[in-house]
């Protein structure tokens, strides 16, 4: 069990990796087994992903270190009003980009009232 975080230049947690287990593949390039990622937006966790297995590369170019996570494995993401889940995704926190494929099934909780207002 571990956990990887990931805070702004003021020291607030933008996003925390955790994982049962990890294997470093290559420098630079990190296989992840039942990998939760929680995103945070103003100290509370935003967005919750989980997947069970995802690579976690991280890449230095022109002195700056960038992160992004990959699978071609199933992944879910539970926010406050929605649950979303696909067969693979690729996720870019530095871009706060998150491209999900393959099967891709959105469902959102929809508060009472009109659908549409007149």
């Known amino acids: 069990s571990f956990k990887i975080p ?3 230049a003021t020291g607030n947690l ?3 990796i955790q994982g049962e287990k990890a294997n470093i593949v290559e420098e630079g390039r990190i296989r992840i087994f039942n990998v939760q990622v929680d995103t ?3 100290g509370e966790v935003d967005q919750t992903m989980t997947s069970p297995e995802c690579f976690l590369i991280r890449q230095t170019e ?3 270190v960038t992160t992004h996570a990959e699978s071609t494995n199933k992944v879910s993401i539970v926010g406050k009003n929605l649950v979303i889940t696909a067969d693979s995704f690729q996720w870019f926190p530095e871009q706060t980009r998150l491209v999900m494929q393959k099967n891709v099934q959105m469902v959102f909780e929809r508060k009472k009232g009109p659908l549409f207002k007149s």
């Open 6 to 8: 990931e805070r702004d």
């Open 40 to 42: 945070y937006r103003k």
């Open 14 to 16: 933008l996003w925390l």
């Open 62 to 64: 022109n002195g700056k």
